[in-house]
């Protein structure tokens, strides 16, 4: 079965502390995994993906095949940080739709 | 980023009525998405499309309908069938394959 899971419904941290939002997947195939991030009363936006492995407002993502895991770290959390994080999959390669897989969402609260 | 417009912004269905959902995008993106999103449950796709005059359907798409009649709009139709509509509705689209997807700012739907 395909599915994205995110173990944690919150995760709070006080400012300055590292981060690590939880991502497992199953995926029959090659996937490619994606972070989106919904700030408050904004749209939701692309904030990483793996084949790209950048970093993005300090934030990385490390795609971890032997564990099927793409958890988002980020060494030390901002109060502008605050929101909520999905993490996402979508197959590669030929008859790709190109249509996502999302996990349930985390909320993560940066507290001052 | 006003690439995809969806409207209205917040959207009252009475018992038994058929309600539409508006898509629009200029971003000259060939395929579009329709999610729901409910609290702890993540986005799930309702209908997707690739192409003009083609769609599919997503994992929920009972009680709902689409059109592509033109490159630039996917509207979503919310049909009396669907017994649990209250939710919040997100319109994606993506350029080509294997580019991330750009969503619109969401339709909230309640039932009166």
């Known amino acids: 079965a395909q599915r994205v899971t995110q173990p944690e419904k919150l995760l709070s941290v006080f400012k300055g502390a590292p981060v690590e939002l939880k991502c497992n997947y199953s995926y029959s195939g090659s996937p490619e995994l994606f972070w989106y991030v919904q700030y408050s009363r904004q749209r939701l936006q692309l904030l990483l993906r793996?084949?790209s492995r950048e970093s993005i407002k300090g934030f990385t993502a490390d795609l971890n095949k032997g564990e099927t895991s793409f958890h988002l770290k980020k060494p030390f959390a901002q109060e502008e940080d605050s929101a909520m994080y999905y993490c996402a999959l979508s197959g590669r390669g030929s008859g790709n739709t190109g249509k996502l897989i999302f996990g349930q969402g985390t909320t993560l609260q940066v507290k001052p | 980023d006003g690439g995809i417009t969806q409207s209205p912004k917040y959207l009252f269905r009475k018992e038994g009525q058929n309600v539409t959902l508006s898509c629009e995008q200029n971003l000259n993106h060939d395929a579009m998405y329709w999610y729901r999103q409910d609290p702890g449950q993540g986005l799930r796709l309702i209908y997707y499309?690739?192409?003009?005059?083609?769609?599919q359907k997503g994992d929920i798409a009972e009680g709902y309908s689409v059109s592509r009649e033109k490159k630039e709009s996917f509207p979503l139709t919310v049909t009396s069938a669907q017994k649990n509509p209250t939710a919040f509705y997100l319109c994606?689209?993506?350029?080509?394959?294997?580019?991330?997807?750009?969503f619109g700012d969401g339709t909230r739907l309640s039932i009166l």
């Open positions: 499309s690739q192409i003009v005059n083609d769609f």
């Open positions: 994606a689209s993506r350029e080509q394959i294997n580019q991330p997807q750009h």
């Open positions: 793996h084949i």
